[in-house]
């Protein structure tokens, strides 16, 4: 008797592979980005963590730096969807400031961040990575002003500085998340609090 065709799963298509294969070192880069850090990171690492041989490896990124250059530009897909995806929930109009200011903590201080921040510090003295990093953070600056602007529309009362309040925020929490553990807890909720209430 035949298989089931409920199990039946069609054929990759080469394209589809090279997708696949793609992602697979691209994923095991930003993890060993998040476990290892920048200076540890090597290619055989990553080709071990996704699965696949050196010459795999190689054959898609045959530098160093074209696969971490890849890597930022994966990491910001993901951590850009996640973004979108928390903002999307924004719709209590009474909770939407505290709403924002959480998840964007949960983003600034999640294990994707770690990837972002490694990155962004190694990126200072690679030119390679530069580019790639300063076109990323240029995306999702552009978004962020979108979404504030949508969110939280300048008023007759507004600050003279409305419009530098998301990056003022995003700054504030990108450096607490830099600071990780030696951050003490409780100065951490009063930040947090201060962020969620103080007058725009």
């Not at 089931?4 to 090279?18: A, G, W």
């Not at 993901?78 to 009474?94: A, D, H, I, P, W």
């Not at 002003?145 to 009362?157: D, H, I, K, V």
């Amino acid at each position: 008797m035949g298989a089931s065709s409920t199990n039946f799963r069609p054929r990759l298509t080469q394209d589809e592979k090279t997708a696949e294969t793609r992602r697979r070192l691209l994923d095991a880069a930003i993890e060993c980005l998040i476990e290892r850090g920048y200076s540890n990171t090597t290619t055989s690492e990553i080709a071990e963590r996704a699965g696949l041989s050196r010459g795999a490896q190689l054959y898609h990124f045959p530098k160093k730096e074209e696969l971490l250059t890849g890597a930022v530009e994966h990491l910001f897909d993901l951590m850009f969807g996640e973004m979108k995806e928390k903002v999307s929930r924004l719709t209590n109009e009474n909770d939407r400031r505290a709403m924002a200011i959480d998840l964007l903590w949960e983003t600034f201080n999640g294990r994707m961040a770690s990837a972002w921040i490694e990155l962004v510090v190694a990126s200072r003295t690679d030119p390679h990575l530069q580019a790639s990093v300063s076109a990323a953070n240029d995306r999702i600056t552009e978004f962020i002003n979108r979404s504030f602007q949508e969110l939280f529309p300048r008023s007759a009362g507004s600050s003279a500085f409305h419009e530098l309040i998301p990056h003022i925020v995003c700054l504030t929490l990108e450096g607490m998340a830099l600071e990780g553990m030696t951050l003490n807890g409780e100065l951490t909720t009063k930040i947090l609090t201060a962020l969620k209430t103080y007058k725009l």
